[in-house]
């Protein structure tokens, strides 16, 4: 991670280089953008190593100033109190909150949904950019993290909540209900592709079994890989 950090502040500031040059801005007004580097954690397992470059070297202690340092900023999303994220009510933390609670209970996590579309409806009219992007944020992790018999049902609610939203769109919405029905014929049909997958696996193992007697754990193994 610290070195991602240093890669893509090099990056940016290559970018805005490159700005320069292409709009010819005199050398004496150049100023770089400061970069405030911020690590957002959703893993559940403890973050034990401190973001230092120096870290990944092994150096010592008279050279590690010269290495490059820098304060990084850290959320981790899964120790961070729920009215931390929602006391701003602003899109971005409806929408942590929800991704906080992806792997809730269904009551939990419906609770939670419906909290944050209330809350979004609290966004000011110049803000319907970002009220259409959280709301196809939380269609797709809905339909990406949660089972297929739970997602049809909480992609509805996102949907139900956006027609009677202050921010509805009749195109947006027609474009949601075709992406959910899209989504829903997707997973059928990898779910038939499955089933047909599962199906050979059995006609193989039986014509194996009856030529070359009961398979090894090795063959066994590699016939219940996942397709």
């Known amino acids: 991670m610290p070195l991602r950090i240093y890669s893509y502040c090099g990056e940016l500031w290559a970018a805005q280089v490159r700005e320069w040059e292409d709009s010819r801005q005199p050398v004496e007004n150049r100023r770089l953008y400061p970069v405030v580097p911020i690590v957002f954690y959703t893993g559940r397992e403890r973050w034990g190593q401190e973001i230092a470059l120096a870290n990944l070297?092994?150096?010592?202690?008279?050279?590690?100033?010269?290495?490059?340092?820098w304060e990084t900023l850290f959320l981790n999303l899964q120790q961070t109190a729920p009215?931390?994220?929602?006391?701003?009510?602003?899109?971005?933390?409806?929408?942590?909150?929800?991704?906080?609670?992806?792997?809730?209970?269904?009551p939990e996590l419906e609770h939670v949904l419906q909290e944050?579309?209330?809350?979004?409806?609290?966004?000011?009219?110049?803000q319907s950019g970002q009220w259409k992007r959280?709301?196809?944020f939380l269609i797709q992790l809905v339909y990406h993290r949660?089972?297929?018999?739970?997602?049809?049902?909480?992609?509805?609610?996102?949907?139900?909540?956006?027609?009677?939203?202050?921010?509805?769109?009749?195109?947006?919405?027609?474009?949601?209900q075709t992406y959910a029905e899209y989504l829903n014929e997707l997973g059928e049909v990898r779910g038939e592709a499955r089933g047909?997958?599962?199906?050979?696996?059995?006609?193989?193992?039986?014509?194996?079994?009856?030529?070359?007697?009961?398979?090894?754990?090795?063959?066994?193994?590699?016939?219940?890989?996942r397709p």
């Open 116 to 126: 944050a579309l209330s809350g979004m409806e609290g966004l000011p009219a110049e």
């Open 83 to 106: 009215e931390i994220l929602t006391q701003f009510s602003s899109a971005v933390g409806w929408a942590l909150r929800v991704l906080q609670a992806e792997r809730a209970p269904l």
């Open 134 to 136: 959280c709301a196809w």
């Open 57 to 69: 070297m092994n150096l010592p202690a008279p050279l590690r100033r010269f290495v490059p340092s």
């Open 196 to 225: 047909e997958i599962n199906g050979q696996r059995r006609a193989v193992l039986r014509l194996g079994t009856s030529l070359f007697g009961p398979p090894d754990a090795v063959t066994l193994a590699k016939l219940s890989r």
């Open 146 to 176: 949660r089972s297929r018999s739970e997602a049809p049902e909480l992609m509805e609610m996102v949907r139900g909540n956006a027609k009677r939203s202050k921010f509805h769109d009749a195109k947006e919405e027609n474009l949601m």
